[in-house]
T-cell receptor, first 112, second 111 residues
Framework: GENVEQHPSTLSVQEGDSAVIKCTYS??????FPWYKQELGKRPQLIID???NVGEKKDQRIAVTLNKTAKHFSLHITETQPEDSAVYFC???WGGGFKTIFGAGTRLFVKA | DAEITQSPRHKITETGRQVTLACHQT?????MFWYRQDLGHGLRLIHY???????NKGEVSDGYSVSRSNTEDLPLTLESAASSQTSVYFC??????????FGPGTRLTVL
């Protein structure tokens, strides 16, 4: 069925360390993979995305990698800062269309 | 500036009542989505629409309905509210398979 699995559910790192969040999806037709950040009490906001014709994308301290063969994609945050503390959601489009299925989220804590 | 708004922001209702949550966007996006957010479940898709007169069921559509009579609005109706529908509801819109812009959310409590 339609599913995006996300791990870990909680991640605690020291300021300056790297954080990695991993997701897997089951629909081989998925072609768009966004990552959203949600701060407490706020709405989710896009931080980075990747399309199926690209293996890696980077934006300053944030990078996303995609392995279509393994149906696996990951978010990498380097040099973490306290303001990176939030819930992060991965997502994948479904059935070749625009419908999007989200992972359950990862709560990231960055300790100063 | 273009935006997406939801109303009300907070709602308390009783079991069995009909409730409608409004979503309005000025991005002129064809795609609109309704999600519910519960602890441990992330964002689960309730209904979505690809354009006027088009509506589709998502993962958790039972007990909910939507209608799309124009590009800007996608109201979500709970036909007979149940305590299990207590949640935070987010509306979103997008153009093609791209970034979804989320509204501020509606916190619904069903007593």
């Amino acid at each position: 069925g339609e599913n995006v699995e996300q791990h870990p559910s909680t991640l605690s790192v020291q300021e300056g360390d790297s954080a990695v969040i991993k997701c897997t999806y089951s629909d081989s037709a998925s072609n768009y993979f966004p990552w959203y950040k949600q701060e407490l009490g706020k709405r989710p906001q896009l931080i980075i995305d990747i399309r199926s014709n690209v293996g890696e994308k980077k934006d300053q301290r944030i990078a996303v990698t995609l392995n279509k063969t393994a149906k696996h994609f990951s978010l990498h945050i380097t040099e973490t800062q306290p303001e990176d503390s939030a819930v992060y959601f991965c997502a994948a489009t479904w059935g070749g269309g625009f419908k999007t299925i989200f992972g359950a989220g990862t709560r990231l804590f960055v300790k100063a | 500036d273009a935006e997406i708004t939801q109303s009300p922001r907070h709602k308390i209702t009783e079991t069995g009542r009909q409730v409608t949550l409004a979503c309005h966007q000025t991005w002129n996006h064809n795609n609109m989505f309704w999600y519910r957010q519960d602890l441990g479940h992330g964002l689960r898709l309730i209904h979505y629409s690809y354009g006027v007169q088009d509506t589709n069921k998502g993962e958790v559509s039972d007990g909910y309905s939507v209608s799309r009579s124009n590009t800007e609005d996608l109201p979500l109706t709970l036909e007979s509210a149940a305590s299990s529908q207590t949640s935070v509801y987010f509306c979103a819109s997008s153009e093609l398979a791209g970034e979804q812009f989320f509204g501020p959310g509606t916190r619904l409590t069903v007593l």
